[in-house]
């Protein structure tokens, strides 16, 4: 099994930012891809971004959120951040960390963005 654990919602005003962080434990070694997604009220959980734990790091990330979010990871501490810059209203949801394994698919538990305008 693998937990993950997220810190870093809260409160911020339009163009604001927030940094993420998403926390592994367990059998971590299983884990090739770990990302965030995030849903709002309403609507359906939408990937926000990706990146691979291997040596690539390659990342991926949905076309509203390039050039304002950034994915990043630090291995030593089996952690994934996710910067969130120019934040808008619309960013306003619960945001999910996301572990894929060979097996298994995790999730946290979400931590809470609202972006006030």
């Known amino acids: 099994q693998v937990q993950l654990v997220e810190s870093g919602g809260g409160l911020v005003q339009a163009g604001g930012s927030l940094r993420l962080s998403c926390a592994a434990s367990?059998?971590?070694?299983?884990?090739?891809?770990m990302g965030w997604y995030r849903q709002a009220p309403g609507k359906q959980r939408e990937l926000v971004a990706s990146i691979m734990t291997g040596d690539s790091g390659s990342t991926n990330y949905a076309d509203s959120m390039k050039g304002r979010f950034t994915i990043s990871r630090d291995n030593a501490k089996n952690t994934v951040y996710l910067q969130m810059n120019s934040l808008k209203p619309e960013d306003t949801a619960v945001y999910y960390c996301n572990a894929v394994g060979f097996v298994n698919n995790y999730w946290g538990q979400g931590t809470q963005v609202t972006v006030s305008s």
């Open positions: 367990g059998r971590i070694f299983s884990i090739y891809r």
